[in-house]
């Protein structure tokens, strides 16, 4: 295993476990986790519950996902405003490796929506500047994962933005707890501060500034009964995502004090009938590649954020107009 599929243990499950596997550890762990299937406290029995949560151990067979909720605008002196709903379509396909890990083809859209309609936006007008915008559909290909019994907390690269110190590997713990009523949930965090890709010299419309804060917020929830199923090569799952990021940079709030919240409900299913007619439709006309698991030759591809894909597909915005 190299450097960096130690990295690409940074998807959506596997980053930011210490304080869940702490929080556990204070309670007695129910026998449910250890079996008769898989043991979840060990590093093992977590990379195969990952693996079927994200994608499927079968590699004949992808596994898509949706994320669907809101995205408010934070600034001072105000409350938060929702602003727009947003949609990620992914779909992801496990790949087995000679020593027993699994990289996980992986590839996100995320399209912004009206939220009293639900359609997908090509332009919103951003009451803050009293200004219509053209909208960017965010087209992240791929965003791969990684999952073995060893690895190494390490939060995601973005093509070398977040640099990073090396640390040991130690087996993976996804930091399940009982739930009550038959389901196991985990709770994993991101806190990042690094380099922008969007340098305000050369995006002053879009760059919030020359250092990005971002954080991630996920919980994960599944039945324990379908964990311990070994008939089950993946397993369906529910939970919530939050994001707390800047502007977005279509959004041309520059460097105005402020920033945005996501909050949304994520889910996976094993046939597209799982998304929304109008997102299915959006993505079915203009990404139709988005709704197949990337080649294994994708693996070697950077994994970049919607910050790092503007500023590598998009060109600078003019000056508004007075």
């Given at each position: 295993?190299?450097?960096?599929?130690?990295?690409?243990?940074?998807?959506?499950?596997?980053?930011?476990?210490?304080?869940?596997?702490?929080?556990?550890?204070?309670?007695?762990?129910?026998?449910?986790?250890?079996?008769?299937?898989?043991?979840?406290t060990?590093g093992?029995?977590?990379?195969?519950?990952?693996?079927?949560?994200?994608?499927?151990?079968?590699?004949?067979?992808?596994?898509?996902g949706?994320?669907?909720g809101?995205?408010?605008?934070?600034?001072?002196?105000?409350?938060?405003?929702?602003?727009?709903?947003?949609?990620?379509?992914?779909?992801?396909?496990?790949?087995?490796?000679?020593?027993g890990?699994?990289?996980?083809?992986?590839?996100?859209?995320?399209?912004?929506s009206?939220?009293?309609?639900?359609?997908?936006?090509?332009e919103?007008?951003?009451?803050?500047?009293?200004e219509t915008v053209?909208?960017?559909?965010?087209?992240?290909?791929?965003?791969?994962?990684?999952?073995a019994?060893?690895?190494?907390?390490?939060?995601?690269?973005?093509?070398?933005?977040?640099?990073?110190?090396?640390?040991?590997?130690?087996?993976?713990?996804?930091?399940?707890?009982?739930?009550?009523?038959?389901?196991a949930?985990?709770?994993?965090?991101?806190?990042?501060?690094?380099?922008?890709?969007?340098?305000?010299d050369k995006?002053?419309?879009?760059s919030?500034?020359?250092?990005?804060?971002v954080?991630?917020?996920?919980?994960t929830?599944?039945?324990?009964e379908?964990?311990?199923?070994?008939?089950k090569?993946?397993?369906?799952?529910t939970?919530?995502?939050?994001?707390?990021?800047?502007?977005?940079?279509?959004?041309?709030m520059?460097?105005?004090?402020?920033?945005?919240?996501?909050?949304?409900?994520?889910?996976?299913?094993?046939?597209?009938?799982?998304f929304?007619?109008?997102?299915?439709?959006h993505?079915?006309?203009?990404y139709?590649?988005m709704?197949?698991?990337?080649?294994?030759?994708?693996?070697?591809?950077?994994?970049?954020?919607?910050?790092?894909?503007?500023?590598?597909?998009?060109k600078?915005?003019?000056p508004?107009?007075?």
């Amino acid at each position: 295993m190299d450097r960096r599929e130690l990295l690409m243990l940074t998807g959506s499950l596997a980053f930011g476990l210490g304080a869940a596997r702490e929080a556990r550890a204070a309670t007695a762990v129910p026998a449910s986790f250890k079996g008769p299937y898989i043991d979840l406290t060990t590093g093992k029995g977590n990379m195969l519950a990952g693996v079927r949560i994200d994608a499927n151990l079968d590699e004949s067979k992808q596994k898509w996902g949706s994320v669907s909720g809101v995205v408010c605008g934070v600034r001072d002196g105000e409350a938060l405003r929702d602003l727009f709903g947003f949609e990620v379509v992914s779909v992801a396909r496990a790949w087995k490796q000679p020593d027993g890990s699994y990289r996980v083809l992986h590839r996100e859209a995320i399209f912004y929506s009206d939220l009293a309609t639900g359609d997908i936006l090509r332009e919103w007008k951003n009451p803050y500047l009293d200004e219509t915008v053209p909208v960017f559909d965010v087209i992240n290909d791929p965003w791969n994962h990684y999952f073995a019994e060893m690895h190494k907390p390490m939060g995601p690269d973005y093509g070398g933005l977040n640099k990073q110190k090396d640390v040991p590997a130690i087996p993976f713990d996804m930091g399940w707890y009982d739930a009550g009523n038959g389901i196991a949930q985990n709770r994993t965090h991101i806190n990042l501060y690094y380099p922008a890709a969007l340098q305000p010299d050369k995006w002053p419309r879009e760059s919030a500034g020359k250092m990005n804060r971002v954080s991630e917020f996920f919980t994960t929830t599944v039945k324990i009964e379908d964990l311990q199923n070994p008939k089950k090569t993946s397993v369906l799952n529910t939970g919530s995502w939050m994001r707390v990021t800047p502007w977005l940079p279509w959004m041309l709030m520059g460097q105005t004090p402020g920033h945005i919240v996501y909050h949304s409900t994520t889910q996976s299913f094993d046939t597209l009938d799982g998304f929304k007619p109008k997102v299915l439709a959006h993505a079915e006309k203009l990404y139709p590649h988005m709704l197949e698991a990337p080649p294994k030759e994708y693996w070697n591809k950077p994994n970049l954020s919607s910050l790092e894909v503007y500023a590598r597909d998009a060109k600078p915005a003019p000056p508004k107009k007075p």
